[in-house]
């Protein structure tokens, strides 16, 4: 199989072009197809001649995630079903603009990407890990998101709304960006993925590919140590978020296996020497479940926390997963608790907004949408 040519440094493609003895502007007008018009075939390059677009397509491959189905409206939330060129299924939430949750300055939209094909880490909550791990995402995958994503708004705006499996044509004009921030929070553990992971951001972050600002995008992590260290160390200034959930080894165990690996003073250390080394808020994500971490018990030890890493709380109702049987509090006391947390001197929000059917957590349109597709098949497929 040929590598995706959205996988390639601009160094890489570059010396390519060089002992191919093609001039230099050619690599530029590539580029500018491969992002900021985002390219799903070589045949759109039309200012590019042909002999070079054949060599092209003999070196590398060009694929974008296929859109499968999407939900919600237009000014919402919006879920992205993709299937990836080996029939794999993926995920990705385009919120709107909101005040900013991870402490960047909003405007515009912020995707939700996925990084791997399924989980491996079986938290209990979860749908993404529901089925098991498959594979991890290669880096055009992980960036083409962003722009099958803005491929499919450009084809809406511009043409009257087709069948959402049909390719669109390539846009006449270079378009805007329309997504301004990007959350590393859809299926996957980004950690685990962590070199394709940075490959993808740093093409999407570099001036020639998606000129997105390190700032404007956040990684989580369901708290895997040698990851967040090796971010620290990392010279790129993206943001970390944190999936605490528990903020007591015992809580937290009981929901996250990860924790048995990197129990709470481990990860503590990992998040305080990222803050060291880079000046920077971190995010603590914490989902409200009835009856197991919601308690006012964990609000002394998570402020504590909170106060020690001069983290921010992002709390979050459960959103409810088929076949799983946790729920969220009762909304007074979810409100309860953030108060409690404020009233401890933690910088809490307290995300109460509706459309959560929609606005589901990552990984539950993939999983049933798999599981639709083996019940519909003589032989079940197995995930994982
Ligand atoms: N694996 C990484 C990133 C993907 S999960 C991580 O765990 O951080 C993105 C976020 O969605 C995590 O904070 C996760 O705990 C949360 N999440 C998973 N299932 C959820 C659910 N049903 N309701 C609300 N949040 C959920
Ligand atoms: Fe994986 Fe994150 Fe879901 Fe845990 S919360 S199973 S780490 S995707």
Redesign the pocket.
Known sequence: MLPDVRRQSRESLLAQFQSWEVPGYRLDQLLGWLYPRRAASWDEMTNLPKALRQRLAETYSLTLPQVVRVQGAHDTTQKFLWRLADGSLIESVLIPANPALYGERSDRHTL?I??QVG?A?G?R????GLDGWKRNLEPHEILGQVLAVERWQQAQTSSPPSDPATPTPAPARVPERWVSNI??????????NYAHLMTALRILNAPWGGNIGARKIT?????VVPGIRDLADDPLQFRL?????GATDEVRGQI?P?NRKYPLAELTAACEHYVARKGKMITL?Y?L?DGVNAAREQVEPLAKLARRLHAKVNL??????EG?P?N?PPEPECRAFSKALEGQGVNTTLRLEKG?DID?????LRLRTERELASSEPTPTVAG
């Open positions: 939700c996925s990084t989980c880490y938290c909550f979860c749908a993404s959350v590393v929070m859809g299926m996957g553990e980004p950690m685990a990684i989580s992590t369901s708290g978020a944190i999936s605490l959930h996250m990860v994500e989902i479940i979050i109702p459960y959103n409810r997963v799983l946790w969220r959560h589901a957590a990552c990984g539950q």
